[in-house]
C-alpha cells in the first residue's frame, strides 16, 4: 500500500482546467506585468463576485508575499500591524513584516482569531497611555479566515471587528490564503460580499486552492492604495509574464470553479471528521474547514506516520500530540476511505 | 496583416516540453518549499552544466527579486553594492535594493558594462578618502550579462572584474536573466564554467529563456550564504509548490535544451540584424545577443509601430530614436522575415 | 510648599564637575567624531573598570539609539533579538529595532528579568520545529541590567543566561541605561568586571547618571563589531562634537565619581524605601535600585498628584495603582525628608 | 608658533552664553522630551524668526540625524529623494536615507545647487517615462543652503525650485546645518522668511554655529507631518532631556544671537579671502559663506600642514590640490592674521 499524504493543500498543481488554459494560450503573445486581457477578464469577474464594483485587484504570487506587501503599503513609518499572537505573519514568514519596518502588535487568539472587545481594549488603552507616543502607534488589523487553526468568523464577529477598525481608522485586512474552504463551510454566513464589506482589503488565496500560485489582493477602499504597483515591484513581487495569474483566476471564477472545488476539500474534511469521530478519535476542536486537529497517543502516531504523512501541531500533553491532516481541492475520496482504513 | 510583437522576450509561456511535464507531474504530490525531487535533479544537472560540484543553487520566481534577495543576503548593514549607472537595479527595480536598507554606488558603463579599472579606481578612491568611514563601505560588485544593452564582457573582462573583486573581498554577482542568450552569442569565449569560476552568485535566467518564470541562483562559494533560504522567505520570495520551478529547469537542464533554444534566439537576431544592415537601418551597436537597437527617423518609427511593436529605448537626436527588436526562444523565422518585409 | 519631583532619573542637567569640565574645554580646537584625546582618555578609565584591556569602546547620544544601532549591527537579516516581552526595545521604543527590519522575540519576564532556563526552552524548542527555517531566528540576547522594574540579576543568573548565549553562538547585550545604580545596591554580586566577562557588548548609562547624555558602548569580544563607526553613522548616531561625550565619560570615570553619585541615588532609595516601609506603604516588590514602585489607594494617589510628581507604573486593582518614584544622583536628603513628610 | 586650526566649522564647544544658561538652570527640575518650558520658549521665538506663526518646530541632535528623520517621515515607501549628486545624504552620511529604504535620485550640480530647469526636465521625464512605475517615484526635493561647496541660493532660485515642487506636488526640504553662514552672506537677497515661504521643511543648523549640538527643523507646512514626534523617536532621535535643546535655541534666538555670531564668521571668511586674494593665491570660486576653497600647489600645500589644520577637499590637476579652509562663530581676528602669516 502507498503512502497517504495529507501534509498540506499544496501538494498537487493546479486544477486540470487552469492547465488547460495555459497550453491553450501558451504561444499568443501578451503584454508583460498583468496589463494583458486575461488580468482584465479575471479582475472583472473577481469584482463581480465580491460584488464591488469599485474595488481594485492585483495577483501576487504568494502568501507571505501578499501579507509583506499590503501591509507596507497601508503603514505609515510609525504604525504597526494588530495581529493574533498566532499570526501567521506573527510565526511563520520569518520576519517579512519586520523586515519591511513595521512591528507587530499582538492579540490573545482564539482558534486562531481575535476578538472584537480584545481589539479595542488595546487600542483604546493605547491612546489612554500617556506615554504612547513612544510607543509603536496601531495601524491596521490583521486577520486571517479561515484561521491558521482552521476556524471561522461569522459575520458578526467580523461586523464587530469592522466597526471597532472604523472607529480608530484602522484598515482592516483579511488573508484569505485558504478563503474557498471558509467560504464553503458549512454553516458559515460569511459570503465574500460579507467580506467585501467589513474589510479594507482581503486576498483571495489561489494557491492552496486550485491554481498553481496566486493571490486576488481586492482593495475595497474606493481611493485604493496609491502606487500599489510600485510598491508590489519594488518588493521583487511583480511577476514578469503577469497574465499567468489572469489565466488562472480567470478560470477559477469561471463557472463557480473556486467554489465548487472549495466545496469538495469542505465535503472531504466533513467526512474525514465524520470517520475519525465514529472510530472515537478526539478532535481538538471541532473544525468546519479543511485542516482537521486529531490528538494521537503518541505510539499510535509513530506507528501511523509509517503509512500517512501529516503535519505535526503541537504537542497536548506528554503522551499525545496534536496533529493536523488538511484536504484539498485535489483530494479523492478513495483518499479519505484509505485513511480511515488506516487509522 | 496581423501585428508583429518584439518588444520584449517574455511574451509567451514556456516552452512545450515544460509544460508537458507540468502536466504529466500535475496531480503527483511533492513536498513543499523546493525540497522535491525535481528540485534536487535539477540542482544537480546545474551543479554539473556549471563544472561546479560544490555549488549550492535555489530556484526564485523573478529577477527583481532574486536580485534583491541575494544582495541583502551578501550584504552588512554598512555597504553598498557597485553597479554601472544603467544596472536594471539601479534604474528599473522600483528602488528594491535601497528598500533593504543598501545604497547602490554607481560606475560608468559602456554599453550596459563596467571596466575592471573603473572598479580599482573607485575602490581604491574609496579606502584613500580619509572620510571613507562616514561613507557607504563597497560591499560587493553586481554585473548583468548580457547587459541591459545587449552586450556581454569578454572572459578575460570577467577574470579583470573578479581579480578587483578578490583583491579587495567583494563578492561577484552576476544577473543572468538573459544568460541563455549571452552564452549562446557568437564568438563568445565565456561558458557557465567560465561564469562559475569568477563569480561568487550568478543566476540562470529562466522567465526570458523557456521557463513560464524562474531564476536558479548558484552561489559557487564553498561556505555559501548562511542560511539564505530563510533570507528568500522573509522576503516573500519562496514558492511554496516549488517543484514547480524544479521542474522547469530540471527540464531546460535536460538534453541542453537551455542552450539550443538560447541558440534559437540568436540565430534570429543575427537574422535580423543581417536583414536590417541589408536595407540599411544603423543599428545603435553590434550587439551580439537576442536584443537589437536600431535608430529609427521618428516618422518612420511612428508608420512602423501601426504594425509592429517594439520597445522605445532612449532618444538619439531630435529626429531619430532608438528602439529595441528583442528575440527570444520563441520567436519564428516566418516573424523575422514578416518584421524585415515590413521595415 | 514648592511641588516635589520624583518623575525620572533624567530631570536635571549633569553633575557639577562635568559642566566645569565643558567650560574649561570649550573653546579648545578639538577634532571631530571621538577622534580627540578625552574620548581616548575616558575608553581607556572605562577599559580599566571594566577590567577588560582589549574591550573597544564607543560613545553614543542616548539608550533607544544605543540599542537600535548595537542590535543592527549585530543581527543578520534572518535574525531576531531575544528580549523579556516588557523590554524596554519591545516596549517603549517606538519599533526602533523592527525600523532596521528586525523581529524581537519575546520571553516571559519577572521583574523584568528573564531566565536562562526559558531562554534555554525557546531556543531549543525553535531548532527543534521543522519549520524553524520559516522562523526568525534567534540571533542574540537582549537583557536590561537594572531593569524596567529596578531589578537586578544575580552573578549566577547572568552567568547561567550567558553560558546558554555561549552554547547557541549568540551575543549577549546589556542594556545599561542605570547601570551605575544597579552596580551600587546593597547586596548585589554584580560588578563591571562580572558584565565585562558575561556579556559581548553592554553600556554604561550616563544620561540618567551625571552626564548630560551619553551612553558608553562596551564591545568585549576580542574581534569587536567590523566598522561599527560607520553602522552608527548611518544611524545619524555619530556625535560631530564627539569630545562632548569623551569630556563627560572622562569625568565620570575619574575618581570613581560614577559610582560614587551611583551609591548616592541608592542611599536616598533606600532612605525612601525604609520611610514607605515605617510608614505602612506597601510596595510592589524590594526594589534594590533606584526606582521604588509603590502600591496606592487611588483616591490618596489623586491627592498625592497635587503636590508630588512621579510616573504612573500600571493599575494594579480597580482601587489600588502602581506608580514609580525614582531618585537620581541629583536627589537631595531634603527631598526626600519632604516626600515622605507628604505621605 | 602653535598650530592654526581651520578644519571645520564644529571644533569649539558652545557660545559663552549657551554655556552659562545651561549652568543656571542645570539643577531645575526638567520634564522630558522637549516638553520643558525652554523648548516653548525657543520655539516661539523660532516661529517670530521666522515669520511662520503656524510653523511646528522640533529640536534634534544632529544633521545626518535630522536628515534621515525628515525623509524618512515625508517619503511613502515608493519614493525617493532628489538631491544634487554632491549632496551631504548622498555622501557623506554613510547610506542612512537608504537606511530607511529609500533611494536618493541624484540630479548635476553646480557648487553644490540644483537648478530648476534640471528638476523640471527631471520630473516630467520621469511622468513620461512608460515604465516609470517601475522606477522610484520623485517624493521630494532635498537642497542645502550653503550648500557643501559653501553656495547659495538667490531668492529667485529658491524660488525656482520651489514652484516646479508645487507643481508636481513635492515637499522642498532644506539642510540648514550652516544656515546661519547663509544668511548672514554679504549680497544675499535670502532671509529666514524667504526660506519659510519656499520651503515645506528646513532646518537651522545649531551644530556649527555656535551650540554645543542641536538642528531646530521647522515644518511649515500647516498640517505638520503627522505622529513626527514617534519618527523621532523611532530613530533614537530624541533626546531625553530635551530641554538642553531648547536651552540652547532660545539662548540663539535671543538678542538676535544666532544672526551675530554668523555676521562674525563671515566677517572672517571675507578678511581671509581677501587677504588670500592679495596674496596671489587663486580660489576654487568666490565662495560667500564661511567655507573657503583654495587651490595650493602639492609642496605649498604639504608645507602649510605642517602649521596649519585644513581639510582636503579635492585634487584640482596633478600638481595642485584644492583646500578647505572654514571660519566658524569662534574665528578670532588675530588666528585669521595668523594664518595669512604663514601662508
Not at 505573519?89 to 520576519?95: D, N, P
Not at 494521537?296 to 505535526?312: R, Y
Not at 483530494?331 to 476511505?337: G, L
Amino acid at each position: 500500500m502507498t503512502m497517504q499524504h495529507f501534509d498540506s493543500d499544496y501538494m498537487e498543481g493546479a486544477h486540470p482546467r487552469i492547465l488547460q488554459k495555459l497550453m491553450k494560450t501558451n504561444l499568443d503573445k501578451m503584454p508583460g506585468y498583468g496589463s494583458d486581457d486575461c488580468c482584465r477578464s479575471a479582475k472583472e469577474k473577481i469584482r463581480a463576485a465580491c460584488g464591488c464594483p469599485q474595488a481594485q485587484v492585483y495577483f501576487l504570487v504568494g502568501g507571505t508575499q501578499t501579507n509583506m506587501v499590503v501591509i507596507k503599503a497601508l503603514l505609515r513609518p510609525y504604525e504597526g500591524v494588530i495581529s493574533a499572537e498566532t499570526g501567521h505573519i506573527q510565526v511563520h514568514e520569518a520576519g517579512a513584516v519586520e523586515s519591511t519596518g513595521h512591528k507587530i502588535l499582538t492579540l490573545p487568539q482564539y482558534q486562531g482569531k481575535i476578538r472584537a472587545e480584545d481589539l479595542e481594549r488595546y487600542v483604546s488603552a493605547f491612546y489612554a497611555d500617556a506615554n504612547h507616543e513612544h510607543m509603536v502607534q496601531p495601524g491596521m488589523v490583521y486577520i486571517s479566515h479561515p484561521t491558521e487553526y482552521g476556524d471561522l468568523y461569522t459575520k458578526g464577529e467580523l461586523e464587530g471587528i469592522s466597526t471597532v477598525c472604523k472607529r480608530y481608522h484602522l484598515p482592516l485586512f483579511l488573508d484569505g490564503a485558504r478563503l474557498g474552504y471558509g467560504l464553503m463551510a458549512r454553516d458559515t454566513d460569511v459570503t465574500l460580499e460579507t467580506i467585501a464589506k467589513t474589510c479594507d482589503v482581503f486576498y483571495i488565496g489561489g494557491t492552496k486552492v486550485g491554481a498553481l500560485f496566486g493571490e486576488a489582493v481586492v482593495i475595497t477602499r474606493p481611493e485604493g492604495i496609491p502606487h500599489f504597483f510600485t510598491t508590489v515591484k519594488q518588493q521583487g513581487a511583480l511577476l514578469a509574464k503577469g497574465w499567468l495569474l489572469g489565466v488562472q483566476f480567470d478560470t477559477l471564477f469561471t463557472d463557480n470553479l473556486y467554489f465548487q472545488i472549495s466545496r469538495h476539500a469542505i465535503d472531504m474534511a466533513e467526512k474525514l471528521k465524520a470517520g475519525l469521530k465514529a472510530k472515537g478519535y478526539r478532535l481538538l476542536y471541532d473544525s468546519p474547514t479543511n485542516q482537521q486537529f486529531v490528538i494521537l497517543e503518541n505510539g499510535m502516531m509513530e506507528a501511523l506516520s509509517q503509512k500517512v504523512s501529516f503535519s505535526f501541531w503541537e504537542n497536548y500533553d506528554p503522551q499525545h500530540t496534536v496533529v493536523r491532516f488538511a484536504t484539498s481541492w485535489a483530494t479523492r475520496e478513495e483518499d479519505i476511505d484509505a485513511l480511515l482504513q488506516l487509522m
